[in-house]
């Protein structure tokens, strides 16, 4: 049972981590669209 | 009276294991034959019942002529001739239900598609891929799959229990972390991670195509392919347009987070589904590639604002930041059409995507490219390097990275981080030189030269059934290498050389 909490952690741990790096684009994106805006 | 015995030939050893080898892909390819009986694909399951057959007979030969001499130590070198043998002799076999599907225009053509697909690149040459059969299909997602995890740990996996050599081969496929003392462990502990992500993935990728519009069976197919696909950072998807055929969010957002979680380190998955979930945010190769595709991604986002190709925020990330990370995860799927890169993009966000195809994913990951493991220990060795000239000449430093555990920076770790990028460059020179002699442009060819290299998959335009037959045999070589990382098949080459030279001199 330990094992698999142990596991299922993980895999959320991962996916969010993942998941995250797509804030990289989003903030890009916004960052330099509002430069342009400017 | 003393006997002087007759050393052994090691050829016998290694064919018993590449024919361990070949007879797992023979087996394998029994799953796409139940996939076309469900479909009642007859003339395509009787073609791999064939093909099968021919795979495993091949492999019972080979293990069979070896037998005696299973039990041999092979040595570094003999265990990566096996690792690339094996490669090269299961993409001649693996072809073989392609070339009889015809879908192909050459046999040419079916072991390039096999090659981009074991090697997890994802560029192909298939004809008519919009209505390809669900069996053809389920074989491309399974080499592409199968070639994420590599085929030695497929065998080490599922056919064998010995040890001899087990590890030497491992490493032979570029893979060289160790999650338990032995590579048969390791390997299985690498098929048990993969399989639990499979249902994970599967399951969010069927909701996803059916929240995109499919019927249920073929949301489950197509979920299944991408998700396979986007695991092994392979790039193939069932239809020509690839991601873009689904115009739907939800599939490339999920496809991004399954994409950069199979580009990871399985040491590094190993350690968070063993509870070390701090690890991520300390472990050298996450900290490099945030940083570069931080750095990447700004290039290109202003590249593309510099290009005005994109009217808005959210168009800059579902195409720019897609392609990008889709690029530096060496996946290549894809969510706009090839000329536009060219056409469209301009050379800044060109500059950058090539850079990323480069750099690509993790070591001993399903991933291709330069590695972040070599690329942080690369960028370290220049940090120590300017910190010591600061220091007086009586103080010495040491300089430590993190993977996994706290790791001294040692002078061949830096060597060897060094010398196989300097390989992956040479390559890159010389593929991109052959495409240019070919007759595409500079940018062009350099494009899908990284793409090639790095195994990601993505392309500007190049790589079609129509692009001369050495440009593609150049490419299926640089694929081999590029998922091998050069040794294993330089010492293939050299091996064969050497038999060559011994047979003349008798």
């Known amino acids: 049972m330990k094992r698999i909490i142990s596991i299922a952690a993980g895999l959320l741990t991962e996916l969010f981590f993942a998941a995250g790096t797509m804030i990289i684009g989003w903030l890009a994106a916004i960052l330099i669209w509002g430069i342009r805006g400017v | ?506």
């Open chain 2, 1 to 506: 009276m003393m006997t002087i015995e007759k050393p052994i030939n090691k050829l016998y050893p290694i064919c018993y294991f590449v024919g361990i080898i070949v007879m797992s892909l023979g087996t394998l390819q029994l799953l796409p034959a139940i996939v076309s009986a469900v479909y009642s694909e007859w003339r395509i399951l009787a073609v791999f019942l064939l093909t099968a057959s021919i795979t495993v007979l091949t492999g019972a030969g080979l293990t069979g002529l070896g037998f005696r001499y299973r039990s041999v130590k092979l040595s570094f070198g003999e265990g990566t001739v096996v690792a690339s043998g094996a490669w090269f002799l299961g993409t001649l076999l693996c072809a073989l239900p392609y070339e009889l599907s015809g879908n192909f225009l050459s046999y040419l053509d079916c072991c390039f598609d096999v090659m981009s697909g074991l090697t997890t690149t994802g560029l192909c040459l298939i004809q008519d891929m919009d209505h390809l059969s669900n069996g053809i299909n389920m074989w491309r997602h399974i080499l592409t799959f199968v070639g994420g995890q590599g085929m030695v740990v497929l065998a080490l996996t599922f056919l064998t229990t010995d040890q001899s050599g087990a590890y030497k081969m491992y490493v032979g496929e570029a893979k060289d972390e160790k999650l338990f003392p032995n590579a048969v462990s390791t390997a299985r502990q690498i098929w048990l991670i993969s399989l639990i992500y499979l249902v994970v993935g599967t399951a969010v990728m069927t909701i996803a195509a059916l929240s995109a519009g499919l019927a249920p069976d073929r949301a489950f197919l197509h979920g299944m392919w991408i998700y396979m696909s986007a695991w092994s950072t392979g790039g193939f998807a069932p239809m020509s347009q690839n991601i873009l055929y689904y115009h739907s969010e939800f599939v490339e957002l999920a496809t991004i987070v399954f994409f950069v979680i199979g580009s990871f380190n399985f040491a590094l998955h190993h350690a968070v589904l063993s509870g070390r979930r701090g690890e991520l945010r300390r472990n050298i190769e996450t900290i490099t590639f945030t940083v570069t595709l931080t750095l990447l991604t700004l290039i290109t986002t202003a590249g593309l604002m510099k290009s005005n190709v994109y009217p808005n925020a959210v168009a800059l990330f579902r195409k720019g930041f897609y392609q990008l990370i889709s690029g530096h995860t060496t996946t290549g799927f894809m969510t706009i059409y090839a000329k536009q890169f060219y056409h469209e993009w301009g050379d800044i966000a060109l500059f950058a995507m090539v850079i990323a195809m480069l750099l690509g994913g993790s070591a001993s990951s399903t991933a291709g490219g330069f590695k972040a493991l070599r690329t942080g220990i690369i960028f370290t060795a220049f940090k120590a390097e300017v910190k010591r000239m600061l220091l007086p000449e009586s103080r010495v430093s040491e300089q430590k990275i993190h993977h996994i555990k706290d790791v001294a920076l040692s002078d061949s770790m830096i060597r060897s981080a060094f010398l196989i990028v300097t390989a992956y460059i040479v390559t890159f020179t010389v593929g991109t030189l052959i495409g240019m002699f070919a007759g595409f442009p500079f940018g062009m060819s350099a494009f899908e030269c990284a793409s090639v290299t790095g195994n990601v998959g993505l392309s500007i335009g190049v790589t079609t059934a129509a692009m001369p037959a050495y440009l593609k045999l150049t490419y299926l070589i640089i694929m081999w290498l590029g998922r091998l990382e050069f040794m294993s098949v330089l010492t293939l080459g050299a091996y064969v050389i050497r038999k060559v030279e011994r047979k003349c001199d008798r």
